[in-house]
């Protein structure tokens, strides 16, 4: 799939609160161990949840998935670049 075909699926992409929650936390620096004591879940959970996160944004790594979760406005990047100057 090219760059530009995720926008030109038929599904929409939607990811789970807890996915959320794990590409947010990852997204802050974390490593899988520190998103899992963070959320109480063991490391195979967290990395559970990034195989569906990766596969849902058809991306092979941590910076893809949270950039192509960004551009589609599936997590607020606002929360962690602040707020854009007026």
């Known amino acids: 799939?090219?760059?530009g075909n995720w926008q030109n699926r038929n599904k929409p992409v939607r990811l789970t609160k807890r996915e959320i929650e794990?590409?947010?936390?990852?997204a802050q620096g974390r490593s899988s161990q520190e998103v899992a004591?963070?959320?109480?879940?063991s490391k195979r959970t967290v990395d559970?949840?990034?195989?569906n996160?990766?596969?849902?944004?058809?991306?092979?790594?941590?910076?893809k998935a949270?950039?192509?979760?960004?551009?589609?406005g599936l997590i607020p990047v606002e929360a962690f670049f602040g707020e854009a100057a007026d």
């Open 66 to 72: 949270f950039r192509r979760a960004a551009q589609m």
């Open 1 to 3: 799939m090219s760059q």
């Open 22 to 26: 794990v590409l947010s936390l990852i």
């Open 37 to 41: 004591d963070a959320l109480f879940v």
């Open 48 to 51: 559970f949840h990034l195989a």
């Open 53 to 63: 996160i990766y596969e849902k944004l058809n991306v092979n790594n941590r910076v």
